[in-house]
């Protein structure tokens, strides 16, 4: 319909269709990845839905160099419709996908289950183990969910009223909100323009998304190893915020400078810190947690909820960017996403749980005493920290006065 499409409400039509497709499918590939992923790898399992969007970025730029050289007629067509192609092959490859072992488990179905299960994990004395834990513990919360009304409304009763599970939903929303707000997708979406308006010309600013792209798909390799061995608190607390923010910093110094080469110089040094870091922790993080941390009764809604705060704040921010810049300025709107980062960075710091090497089962309890809960455990943990290293640093200089 987008590429063949003569009429504007055609094409309107098509996009909103694609914007549906889309919606469900950030929804559902997460949830699909963590309930058939080993829980030891997977953080690494669930960047794969970032890096494929940062690869699919990354194609989009060079196409996009590519048919800039087209006759204006076709160009937006070649464009738009190159996005069936793999479209096409998600689709082949969904065809052959098997349900997963939870969902088997939350219907009864134990026999199927085992054998998705066997399909993905292998038929070893470690996994079947890790199989009949899953299952007994998804049989207890199960169980548990009998003792609530059935039903939509019971769902959504429970979702509100049970810190537990109310917690997610909140962090859920929140993580939404620190991706977006800290201005990386509304950059992104005008990077063309932005490049023009420091001094860059319109073909070599198009031009300049294709080692832009290349950085982004680099930067979300490393997530890959990290998410499981450092954990999403460290990736997304350490190797990532902190960096975004000093990003936002050079992005808002080099607005400020005289020449076109040293505007356009500071202020991909600051996109590659935002881009590169945010694909370490902020990016991955969102869609990890969006598969993992919700109960596999409320877990569909879960996912739904935050796919739709990740979408509702890059609809924000990028609707908003234009009218923000031509208000306050691009020093002025950078300032308001890094004000907007450290906020969030402070909110994340005491409710942001470490789901790492936790089944799905597990990560539940993760959430006991709900978003309060949450700020005491990572506040106890924060004290802990700092009284050992103050201990141990204390002992290192008694041993050196010995």
């Not at 990077?191 to 680099?218: D, H």
């Not at 890959?224 to 960096?243: Q, T, V, W």
């Amino acid at each position: 319909m987008q590429t063949f499409g003569k009429e504007y409400a055609v094409l309107v039509v098509g996009r909103l269709i694609m914007g549906v497709g889309m919606g469900q499918e950030s929804m559902i590939m997460n949830i699909y990845i963590a309930e058939v992923a080993p829980w030891r790898t997977r953080g690494g399992n669930l960047n794969s839905y970032n890096a494929f969007q940062m690869a699919g970025g990354f194609i989009a730029n060079i196409w996009l160099s590519i048919t800039i050289q087209v006759d204006t007629m076709w160009r937006w067509r070649l464009f738009l419709g190159s996005g069936f192609v793999v479209a096409f092959i998600q689709f082949v490859g969904v065809v052959m996908f098997a349900e997963s072992p939870r969902w088997h488990m939350k219907n009864n179905r134990n026999e199927e289950a085992k054998k998705v299960w066997i399909r993905y994990h292998g038929d070893g004395p470690d996994s079947l183990r890790d199989f009949e834990y899953a299952r007994q513990l998804v049989e207890e919360e199960l169980d548990e969910r009998k003792k609530f009304q059935r039903g939509f409304f019971g769902d959504i009763k429970e979702i509100i009223s049970n810190p537990r599970i109310r917690a997610p939903f909140v962090t859920g929303a929140m993580l939404g909100f620190t991706s977006q707000f800290s201005g990386g997708t509304a950059i992104a979406y005008y990077m063309t323009p932005i490049l023009v308006g420091i001094g860059v010309t319109a073909k070599k600013a198009v031009y300049a998304q294709i080692p832009l792209g290349f950085w982004s798909l680099a930067s979300s390799i490393p997530a890959f190893y990290a998410l499981d061995k450092f954990g999403r608190r460290f990736c997304y607390l350490i190797l990532s915020l902190p960096f975004v923010i000093l990003g936002i910093v050079f992005g808002m110094i080099g607005f400020s400078l005289n020449t076109a080469s040293s505007r356009a110089g500071l202020f991909l040094v600051g996109w590659a810190l935002i881009n590169g870091n945010g694909n370490i922790g902020i990016n991955p993080v969102q869609w990890v947690m969006c598969g993992e941390m919700y109960e596999l009764p409320v877990r569909s809604y879960g996912a739904a909820w935050s796919a739709f705060w990740i979408f509702i704040s890059a609809f924000t921010t990028t609707k908003t960017f234009t009218k923000t810049t031509d208000a306050i300025g691009h020093i002025g709107t950078f300032g308001l996403y890094l004000a907007f980062t450290c906020f969030f960075y402070f909110w994340d710091f005491l409710t942001l749980p470490e789901t790492k090497n936790k089944t799905l089962e597990e990560v539940r309890e993760q959430f006991d005493g709900g978003i309060v809960g949450l700020m005491k455990r990572n506040s106890r943990n924060l004290t802990t920290y700092l009284k050992s290293k103050l201990q141990k640093k204390q002992v290192n200089q008694h041993n050196m006065e010995d």
